[in-house]
């Protein structure tokens, strides 16, 4: 299968199967059969779904998993906005 | 001056319950009233959206949201938004609200939007049946923006989307793929008839600050760009100066 076309099946699965529901991750193909993952993810369950679920696909041998859980930091700034004109700027 | 915190795109899964809770613990202390940019839950679910109103049930200031399109996915929004208000959210889609914070009154119009494009490469409603259909519900949000706004006499005014009405803050993102993350379609009115802020969420390489085409300022509030547990705005009544 060509790349191209394996991308956007992975894609799919990632974004549809129920363990993992990330539409935003990218995905490498280095070689036939190797899907590399990356990006950022919510919590460990969805990073260890992801290789659960593309094993599924025949087309795949090997995962390489490079995604990372998020860390949300607390909030220690605010933003100072200027109220604008009533019926808008221009 | 009101004090506004918003979020979008917590993708709220059942493996969530708890973790959400204590990030707004001193919420209630920083600001006047809280903003949810959509895509709350991830899948859509009634179980996702149970959680997240235990998430936020330590919140007493007012809860204003906006569904996802993830909100759409499984359920329907109905379900999503039923549970919500249940719980004292005001969920707005293609609505209005106008509350009053101490002696001053904010109005907000929000809708989950959609997409279409920006500017030279906006998509127009020609053609196949299937591009016009594409583009109702964008040229329905950006309707009920300018009809909102037109009549909205309040201290302050707020624009709450999902979907992006500026391009500037999707910078980060593909630029293939900007016509599936706003419109400035829904810009057009913002402009015409002035807001004081517009927040939005779904991009989530974008980029936090940008302005409409007019200069009002919009906000990128997703999760992934801000990184905290909700971004947090001043909104003076004078000085228009932007300023960390």
Redesign the interface.
Known sequence: MEPVYLVTKVRQKLATD?RV?LT?LLIHIPEAGHVVVSG?V??A??RDAIVAALQEMPEISRVSNRTQV????????????????????? | MIRIAAVGDLHLTVHGRGKMRPQFERLNDEADILLLAGDLTNWGKAEEAEILVEELSDITIPRVATLGNHDYHSEGPDRVRGILEDAGVIVLENESTVLTLGDETVGIVGGKGFGGGFGTTCLSPFGEREIRDFLKSTYACAEALGQALSEMQTDYRLVLLHYSPAVETLKGEPVAIYPFLGSSIMGEPIDEHGADLVLHGHAHKGTEHGNTAGGIPVRNVSLPVICESYALYQLEQKARVLAH
Do not use: A, L, M, N
């Not at chain 1, 998020?70 to 221009?90: D, L, N």
């Open positions: 129920p529901g935003d950022f919510s919590t369950e969805q998020r860390e949300v930091h607390p909030t220690h700034q605010s933003e100072i906005i200027g109220k604008g004109k009533p019926g808008g700027p221009s």
